[in-house]
Structures are given as C-alpha cells and as structure tokens.
C-alpha cells in the first residue's frame, strides 16, 4: 500500500483539503466550526467526557428500548453473535459509538459504503486501543428515507471486455424537474417486484466467469428478491459482507425509532425558525472562505403525505403546509399528528445528525469529503438541541490496482494522478513508445519561442511602449496555437498506437470511471466475484485510518 495527498488528486473541496492538512495554519480555519479536531487525543476525550454527561440528560427515552429495537432490526439483517455482543455493550454508560451511513442503494451501492464501513470498525477498534476504558461500537445508520430513487437504483461494474457498464432500473424522473422528482416515495420501503429478476440476471451476464461467481450471486440473491425492500436487501448484503465484524444496523424509519425521536421534532416544528436562523449565522461565517454545502430550511422535517416525503413549511398564523402539495395543517392538528404518527415525520440533511446523534452516543462519524463539509455548518444545531458534537472523522479513500493495471503503470512509468489526466496520460505513453517526443520537443519550441517574444518586448520598448500589449497578445496567440498543434500531434500519433490507447482506456474505465474516483463508482460486487471474501479480509489488513492520504491498494 502507498499513499497519494489529496491535493494531487481531482475533485475534492477546499474544505475537505485544509480539514485533513497537517498544517496548524488550515486548521486554525477550521476549527472554530467544530466541537473537536480528529487527530488530537485529547479532543476526543472530551467528547467522550462530555457525551458522558449529556447523552443520559438530554435525551427523554430509555435506552433499553433502543436496545430492544436494535436487537430485533439485526435479527431481521442477519446479524450473527458478534453484532448481539456489541448491542449487548451498549447497556453500558461506558460504551460509546462509532457511527457512518450511507444511502441504502442496489447492491450496497459505490465502493465508498464499504470504504465507510471499514473505518468504523477499525476507528472503534483504534479508540478502544487509545481508551481501554471505554468501549466503542461500530453503528451503521441506513439512510432508508432519502428520495432520490435515480441514484440508488442502479451501479456499476467492469464488464469482461473492460468496459464500465450500468447494472440497474431505468430511472423514472428524467430531467432536473423538481415536481417530477417530489412523487418519489422513500427509497428504503420501496419493494422490488418482479423486475429484479431480471436486474439480476443482467449483473450475473455483466460479472466475468470466476471461481466466486455462483457463491456472490447467490449471496446477492438472497437478499434482493422480489418481496424484499431495499432497505432490508442493503442491510442483509452488508451484514453477509462484514460478518464476524460486529457492525450493528440501525433503520431510522422504524416506527418505534420515530416514537423516540418525537422530542427531536417537536423542538423542530414549536421553535422554528430559530435553527434555520443559528445555521444560517454559522454559514455566513464559513462562507468567508469555503463554498456551502447545505441550505438550511426554515422547518428542516418531511412529512409523508399519499406515500410522498414532503417538506414541511411554515404558514401564517401558526400553521403548517406540504411543499408542492394543497394539505394544511393548523398547529395543534400537525402536532397532535406527530404525537400519534410519528412515523410520518422525518429530518432532513441537516436534522438528520441530530437524530442520530440523540439516539446515540456517538463519540465520532465517519464522513466523506461532502459530509465533513455539511458538518461544518451543524455545530450551532448540536448546541441548539443540547447534544454533544461528535469527532467527524474523514473515511479512508482507496483505489485498488489491479495486477494487469499495475503491470501497465510500471511499464510506462504512471503514477496514479497521471491517470486524472487524461491526454497528459495518453501523451506519456505514447512518448515512450515512439521515437518522437513531442512533449520535449514542444517544450523546446516554446523556450524558443520565449526568447523571440522577449527580444521583441526589449525591440519595442526603444520604438513605442503602447506597442507592448500586441507583442503580448502575439506570443499568448502563438503559444495557443502551439497547444492545439501538440494536442492534434499527440492525436496523430496515438493513432499508430491503438492497442496502447485501448489499454489506456480500460486502465481510465478501473480507475477513474465516468471521470470519477473508482471508489464513487464501481461496486463490491465486482471486487467480490474476482478475489471473494479475502478481498475484505486484504482490505481491514492493509487500510490505515491514521493515514489521511488517498490510499493505493494492489491486488
């Protein structure tokens, strides 16, 4: 295993680069907007301590009947002796959680679910190591009620011709249209009817042929069958994925779950907008420096209206109304409704860490570059609700390298960040194999070219100063135009060389699918059908939560 910074890499935010920089200066930004730093012992400590404290306080329920909740969701998930063991210890005031989530999604969905996974195990592990004192249990909290069926409804895979392909349904809300989209129901209780035979079939004709094939579909078919919903597909999947783990599983839309979290709500709906308002103060804060990546609501809570999950929004005299919807509710109505059916109500991205965070005692989150940027902008809603922030510790993000893709690497000399780049990629590789270099060979032109654009500027100054800017826009003109003439000489020679760019094609497919990090694309099943469960077992041996690089695996 090696690792790459992350600022060599593509598409990772400004905060989530000064978040996990070493630099006491990036830090110093951001600390303000967090209850603890993730890299100080001392910080978590006082989490702990604090949740010590708080978490028996600020919460009305007893915490036998999330325990008896838990107990009997893992049954329904799968979950074997290791997960009773770890709900067991969370009778006890000394045991605290490490918790992520992730959208419940066909077939676990992106790689990253079980990159998220893995580094609850392992940090929980880590902290019981930092604390014996204590103990830490890894949670994973199924985001059953998202709606944005179009992103959970399919993945991808490499096929056998090294081609990325889509396994999945055909989305139901094309386009961006926001009315469209709002008649989705939440995914989790979706219920997969016959058609899923067919999905099936099309991820069974899209894995290749491997010793492991029979075993994983079968392990994949247990659990998405017609009759199940996605929600308990996703969790049975997982628990068959990390079994012997201890991961424990909780579903935030059960109906008991709800019932306990009627305070959470009932704080949301008699005190807005007061949240919104804390939030938006926070925002204004860190927008000085950082883009935002949540938009607080003036009541952050859905209501489930004809199997529709609808924002809840405020209305003159007290009363309430459904988003793209005519239902109104009067205060007292909605109100009494949350105490009878409290199951209809559920947080949005913002609230949705408070839940949680008040069910729990959590002592850390896992979260990806997005989340850890959302978090940012909570720390007010965790005062607001008297909960104790937990640590927000950044999941490991790993690229595996196959055998036949580090064999091409190392034949022509490519490091990971080359292959982000694609015509730099094409232009080494082709370099190597040709007698031309044209990126050298460009490179003397352009030094060349310098030079000429550097007498001519000395030239002009002695004859007419106001000459100065047409000499410039001349040498930037002739610099463009060189560009594109490399680029159509690279093109050219490429073309003699298609064995090699059709390499260059499946090695971009593996790594960066869809111009996108492999982990935020391909699936655990491909993995799983090539090296089967030691693929996991590689996996917790070789990834290290303490590093805060992109880390490169090979298999």
């Known amino acids: 295993m090696y690792s790459v910074e992350f600022n060599k890499l593509p598409n990772f935010n400004n905060l989530f680069l000064d978040y ?41 329920f007893d915490k036998n009947v999330l325990i008896d909740i838990l107990k009997r969701q893992n049954v329904t998930y799968g979950g074997d002796e290791h997960t009773a063991a770890n709900i067991e210890l969370l009778t006890s005031d000394n045991t605290f959680t490490v918790v992520t989530g992730q959208q419940v999604g066909l077939y676990t969905g992106p790689f990253y679910t079980i990159l998220k996974t893995i580094s609850a195990v392992k940090l929980a592990k880590d902290l019981k190591e930092r604390f014996p004192q204590f103990n830490f249990v890894p949670v994973f909290w199924l985001e059953s009620e998202d709606h944005d069926l179009d992103e959970a409804n399919h993945t991808f895979l490499i096929d056998r011709h090294n081609e990325l392909v889509r396994v999945g349904f ?101 005190s807005s907008p007061k949240l919104c308002e804390t939030i938006i103060t926070q925002s204004a804060e860190l927008e000085k420096n950082y883009d935002l990546q949540v938009k607080p609501k003036v009541i952050n809570m859905f209501f489930l209206h004809n199997n529709n999950r609808l924002l809840i929004e405020p209305r003159d005299g007290g009363k309430f109304a459904l988003k793209n919807s005519k239902r109104r509710f009067e205060n007292e109505e909605l ?32 979260g990806g570059p997005g989340e850890i940027s959302y978090f940012a902008q909570f720390k007010p809603a965790y005062k607001h609700y008297d909960i104790t922030m937990p640590v927000i510790y950044p999941r490991v993000s790993v690229s595996i390298i196959e055998g036949k893709i580090a ?44 030079k000429v654009f550097y007498d001519m500027r000395n030239m002009t100054v002695k004859v007419d100063q106001t000459l100065l800017n047409t000499v410039d826009n001349m040498k930037e003109k002739t610099k463009q135009n060189l560009e594109l003439f490399k680029s159509k000489l690279i093109k050219a020679q490429a073309k003699k060389s298609e064995t090699t760019t059709t390499q260059i094609d499946k090695v971009t497919n593996n790594i960066y699918p869809n111009h996108n990090l492999q982990e935020r ?8 059908n090539k090296y089967d469960d030691s693929f996991i077992k590689k996996l917790f041996h070789e990834i290290d939560i303490r590093n805060f690089n992109h880390q490169v695996i090979e298999v």
């Open 20 to 60: 996990i920089s070493s630099s006491e200066e990036d830090n110093a930004k951001l600390k303000p907007f967090f209850n603890a730093m993730f890299r100080e012992n001392e910080d978590i400590f006082k989490v702990v301590d604090e949740k010590i404290h708080n978490y028996n306080t600020s919460r009305y």
């Open 170 to 270: 055909e989305n139901e809300n094309s386009g961006d249209d926001e009315g469209a989209k709002r008649s989705t129901p939440p995914v989790g209780s979706i219920v997969f009817g016959e058609l899923i035979n067919s999905i099936n079939e099309q991820l069974r004709s899209s894995l290749i042929d491997t010793d492991f094939k029979d075993k994983i579909m079968n392990m994949v078919t247990k659990h998405y069958r017609e009759g199940n919903d996605y929600k308990t597909a996703f969790a049975g999947l997982m628990n068959d994925i990390f079994k012997g783990y201890g991961v424990v599983f909780i579903d935030p839309s059960d109906h008991e779950i709800k019932r306990l979290l009627i305070p959470v709500f009932e704080k949301e709906l008699t």
């Open 335 to 366: 109100l009494n409704l949350l105490q009878e059916n409290p199951e209809l109500f559920s947080p949005n991205v913002l609230l949705r860490p408070i839940c949680q965070d008040y069910l729990l005692p959590t002592a850390a989150y896992i």
């Open 407 to 450: 064999k091409f690497m190392n034949n022509f000399n490519v490091k990971l960040e080359d292959i982000f780049h694609h015509s730099f990629l094409v232009s080494k590789v082709v370099d190597k194999l040709s007698e031309v270099k044209i990126e050298d060979e460009i490179a003397k032109y352009i030094d060349d070219l310098n």
């Open 521 to 528: 694309v391909i699936s655990i099943i491909y993995f799983l």
